[in-house]
């Protein structure tokens, strides 16, 4: 948790745009679902805010694989292939060992900032279960 604290600290300004374009996202996917999908009733504002957090939480997952190593694999694979394909230099990783460790040491200077698509995903499912309370509990929805 302090390695996440002092991130946090060092690269605010990252996280703070992280944050502003997930925002900017989600509200565009909610719009694109309840004004182009679904009619504009209280069910598409449920769907819309759902599917914006659904996409953002997805988001948040992927990043969060790739950060881990989970497609160090295939990214290697594809950079062999290229750089030899069209590449005028030689090769610059002999093996899949210098090159993860390269990337892990990348990875260990890079900022958590990714966590900001988990934060505001949590956003729109708030908001997702405050829009069915309402939609269940008041007689005007049902």
């Given at each position: 948790?302090?390695?996440?604290?002092?991130?946090?600290?060092?690269?605010?300004?990252?996280?703070?745009?992280?944050?502003?374009?997930?925002?900017?996202?989600?509200?565009?996917?909610?719009?694109?679902?309840?004004?182009?999908i679904?009619?504009?009733?209280?069910?598409?504002?449920?769907?819309?805010?759902?599917?914006?957090?659904?996409?953002?939480?997805?988001?948040?997952?992927?990043?969060?694989?790739?950060?881990?190593?989970?497609?160090?694999?295939?990214?290697?694979?594809?950079?062999?292939l290229?750089?030899?394909?069209?590449?005028?230099k030689?090769n610059?990783?002999?093996?899949?060992?210098?090159?993860?460790?390269?990337?892990?040491?990348k990875r260990?200077?890079?900022s958590?900032?990714?966590?900001?698509?988990?934060?505001?995903s949590?956003?729109?499912?708030?908001?997702?279960?405050?829009?069915e309370?309402?939609?269940?509990?008041?007689?005007?929805?049902?």
């Amino acid at each position: 948790m302090s390695k996440f604290i002092l991130s946090v600290k060092k690269h605010y300004k990252a996280f703070i745009i992280y944050g502003l374009i997930d925002i900017v996202i989600g509200i565009s996917i909610f719009l694109v679902f309840y004004f182009a999908i679904n009619v504009k009733t209280f069910i598409g504002a449920i769907d819309g805010v759902g599917v914006a957090g659904a996409i953002l939480l997805a988001a948040f997952i992927f990043v969060w694989l790739s950060r881990n190593g989970a497609f160090d694999t295939m990214s290697y694979g594809f950079s062999q292939l290229f750089s030899s394909m069209f590449g005028k230099k030689a090769n610059k990783y002999n093996d899949f060992a210098g090159y993860k460790e390269n990337k892990n040491t990348k990875r260990e200077a890079a900022s958590y900032a990714y966590f900001m698509h988990l934060f505001v995903s949590l956003l729109f499912f708030i908001a997702f279960a405050v829009l069915e309370i309402i939609y269940h509990t008041v007689p005007l929805f049902a």
